[in-house]
């Protein structure tokens, strides 16, 4: 099995991230996506490399109007050809609503994101359902196999989670 070469990068200012340590997360969660849907031909399979780009509201904001026609920010963007961008602002907002840290917020992003590039979708409540449960299972077993991964709430309550979760309530 060819895995894709990962990596990630922060492009906001505004936020303070360990990308050593999403990149290392970002590694193991590509081969654990691999795992799923072996005989399924998808754009995560034949990549070379993924980009993870960690970018501003104001960035995914024009991002999500250019491409999707849609107004205001998002928490993750996925493009076929290998980039992921995960709003960092987003994401700060998010997580302590849905009970998670930042950087575990953020681990749900990359993970979500890399089940779209492996042809998973979320437009139905079916497709939804089944991604959930690939993100869970990924998650679950990262949190198993490396004790230094913080608990990530895994929002069973959600309807739905990564762009299309409904905004916390405050």
Known sequence: MTVPQISVRNVQRKVSVNLAELEEFAGNA???????????????????????????????????????????????????????????????????????SLVSELKLYIVHGLLHLHGFDDQTPSQARKMKAAQEKILRNLLRRYVSVEPIALFTNSPSIGGHRPPPQV
């Open 30 to 100: 590509v081969r654990h996506s691999l795992q799923l849907q072996k005989g399924k031909r998808s754009d995560l399979r034949k990549l070379a490399k993924v980009f993870v780009w960690l970018i501003s509201d104001r960035r995914m904001t024009l991002l999500h109007r250019k491409f999707l026609g849609q107004s205001g920010p998002t928490d993750v963007l996925t493009f076929q050809h290998g980039e992921i961008f995960i709003s960092v602002d987003t994401a700060r907002r998010h997580a302590p609503a849905f009970g998670n």
